[in-house]
């Protein structure tokens, strides 16, 4: 009884300890897995990863990092019964020769049957996978278009019926075309397996009964592994093509920006901000469908400190593109940017982009202020109060309570992060266009001008000619060119 009992704690412990470290290493994989993507995405050129289609992005981290993950954690238990496969087959072959030549011949029209059915539902998992990039699309504009649904009843009927339920549609049928393949795989193992003892039985009068009797047993413990393994081909095919998906997007963002994850510091390594210069600057976007692309510069444009300098122009005309292309967002193939002298090129843009704050037509808030080195809570309060927004939010242990907010509510926040940042050279690309008609004269009569006064270098975005006296300079930009440049006239 001690011995059994022994043996039995053995079996226990060592069955749980392979199941936990199998569950540990299996996640250790799925981890670097997704510390990988988000790494390759983080260190992408934002104009590559402009063009990268984001719901592509949100399959690739969620759906294919899932599908992953589940193959990983039965990859342990697929080797075991392998192994257990490969050591019956052994011992059946050294039982018998010819019998095994036998079995082993219906075993190799089975594999047969089998993988021509996998290639069958492989085919329809290429296309669930296709189908649940089309359906992640299709969920972002549910969530996002809700308001022009609720208005549109014709929007509404088509999105549903023609797009979202046509994706869930073919997504069902994909999954069930491929299940037919997967359940025709199981079936085929199990026949196999009764045509291999019916054929062994039949043969009997000519077999040794002791040889058949062990042969037979060998098979009906045989089944469970091949079975597992047979089980397993549904997930080993869609983690396939979910590898080649996270491999295809990481190939897609190859190009990366390094060292921007070497440090959190946001010191500024080339002194005091004295003048910001560009020469000859130009960016194009890639072309699209034979499409002209739009082309930027050549610009020529030197920013001194503490200059409150707007630039103007019709939409489409580049505005947002220049900004990017000054703070070292996009990169210019052509032309050099000089910071107090000192030319920008790969080995300190970052510490180039650590002068300026921004906030862009299509910001994103964090609500969590972890890009700030201190923060006085006392002076995000008053802030709050300052704005007119401390009734809809408050601000506790480094994180604001809610961003639920309207877009120019959203916008003044934004403003107080740029308030902490405490960098010399705020960047607001029409920040104005969401402010109400009080909001947009105090921003532009005491916002700008208290700025101006601690010394900040404001470029500014806008459209509101009727302000253009708060400027030191306007820049006009047409079809990517600076066509006026004039010092402000007073109002």
Known sequence: MLAFAGLLIVMFLGEFGAGVGQSLVGQDIVADIRRDLVRKIILAPIDQLEQTERHRLIAALTADVGRISGFIRGLAYLIVASCEA???????????????CAVALVGVANYLGIRAASRLAYARYMEERQSVDNI???????????????????????FFYDQIATDIERIRAATNSSSVGSVLSVALDSASFFIMAGALIGLSAWLDKSELAQFILILMYLKGPVGQIVLSLPTFDQSLISFKNVAELSQRLRQSEEGLLGSQSDSRTLGAFESLECRGLRFAFPVKEEVAPFVLGPIDLRVNAGETIFIVGENGSGKTTLIKVLLGIYPSPDGQIFLNGVCIDDSNRDHYRQYFSAIFFDFHLFARLTGVEETDEDEVRAHLTRLDIAHKTSFHDGAFSTLDLSAGQRKRLALIVTYLEKRPVVVLDEWA????????RIFYREILPEMKRKGKTLIVVSHDDRYFDAADRILKIKDGKIVEAAAATSA
């Open 86 to 100: 490969a050591a019956c087959a052994i011992y059946m072959a050294y039982l018998s020769w010819p019998m095994f």
């Open 136 to 158: 992640q699309k299709s969920y972002q504009a549910l969530i996002d278009g809700a308001k022009e649904l609720r208005l549109n009843r014709r929007l509404r009927y088509r």
């Open 433 to 440: 266009a969401e402010q109400d008609p009080t909001f947009r």
